[in-house]
């Protein structure tokens, strides 16, 4: 499960970075909406790295 979790956050750090390289493309401020987009996106590679990490075998302390 935790190869299937970092493959999609993998994606989704690939489309946010997609995103973002648009929005500098374009002179003044992005629109709400692809501020709102990134913003998300942020949020969901922040849940997912934290199942990821759940998920993740745990090694034992020597």
Do not use: T, Y
Not at 27 to 36: C, F, K, T
């Amino acid at each position: 499960m935790v190869d299937k979790l970092n493959a999609l956050l993998e994606r989704l750090k690939a489309h946010q970075r997609m995103l973002i390289l648009a929005m500098a493309e374009h002179d003044g401020l992005p629109a709400g909406s692809a501020l709102r987009q990134v913003a998300e996106l942020e949020n969901v590679i922040a849940a997912v790295e934290a199942v990821a990490a759940e998920e993740a075998p745990r090694k034992p302390n020597l």
